[in-house]
């Protein structure tokens, strides 16, 4: 694993009507943050659901920007699981290890946004970020890393309990019509390895966080009692959520989310 990555830190949801979306996930059990208005240069907004160590987050387009032209691209064909972040303890010496393997990785870039915080007070959340290349995506999974400088203004208690029980992202389930050289290819990328759990190949980020699952459709469908049809041919299909209440798999925002006990 790469010295400077600790394991998956959020999974990037993307979707059309950011309010709408954040409307479902609530209607499912979770607890969402204030929404967050992100920098005009990257003309985004966000919903964030915070777990122990990970979290998923709700992203919203607000005004087109050149920053954010990859997410309207992939709006412009679906909405749901877009990318993933790895939690990184320095964002510049990740970057610069990337660079002497011969890998161009976009930063670090440092940004900050307000977090309007239950009650109604506001601080702000400060972090630094590197990208892999965007052609660097297995399985069509954009990655990228995030310094959080500022985690009491992220990870906050009273949003870290949920309806539903859910306390953890358990895998980030990757949909490949090739889905071990998709996970050769994350595994490559994060110096990681591969692993094999049936039809499935996992790709462990980091210890006590979620592992990738690369499959077909029709495997992942079958593996955790989805709907293929459901399901993207390629690209972030849904998660596994550690959760102390049982329920049934269902999809919200394009997003496929299976709950296993804690």
Not at 24 to 33: E, I, N, R, V
Not at 168 to 184: G, H, N, T
Not at 197 to 205: F, H, N, Q
Request: glycine share 10%.
């Amino acid at each position: 694993m790469l010295t400077t990555i600790l394991g998956i830190d959020h999974a990037m949801i993307v979707v059309r009507d950011l309010d709408a979306a954040a409307a479902d996930w609530a209607a499912a059990g979770f607890t969402l943050s204030p929404r967050g208005l992100h920098s005009e240069a990257m003309g985004s907004a966000n919903y964030t659901i915070m777990f122990g160590e990970d979290y998923v987050e709700l992203l919203g387009v607000v005004a087109p920007t050149p920053r954010n032209e990859g997410v309207r691209n992939f709006l412009a064909g679906r909405q749901g699981f877009a990318r993933t972040a790895f939690t990184t303890t320095d964002a510049a010496a990740g970057a610069a290890a990337l660079k002497v393997r011969g890998i161009e990785a976009v930063g670090p870039m440092d940004f900050a946004r307000p977090v309007p915080l239950p009650g109604g007070a506001e601080t702000e959340a400060r972090f630094s970020v590197f990208q892999w290349p965007e052609t660097l995506a297995p399985g069509a999974m954009r990655i990228f890393a995030c310094q959080h400088h500022t985690r009491n203004a992220v990870w906050i208690p009273d949003l870290q309990r949920h309806a539903n029980g859910v306390a953890a992202i358990r895998r980030a389930l990757v949909a490949s019509p090739d889905p071990a050289a998709a996970a050769a290819g994350m595994a490559a990328l994060i110096e990681s390895a591969v692993e094999t759990d049936g039809a499935i190949s996992l790709v462990p980020t980091g210890t006590g966080r979620a592992d990738f699952a690369f499959a077909t459709r029709a495997d992942l469908a079958a593996a955790y009692g989805l709907d293929a049809a459901s399901l993207p041919d390629t690209g972030g299909a849904g998660l596994v959520l550690g959760a102390t209440t049982a329920r049934a798999p269902m999809m919200v925002t394009g997003c496929a989310l299976v709950f296993e006990p804690l």
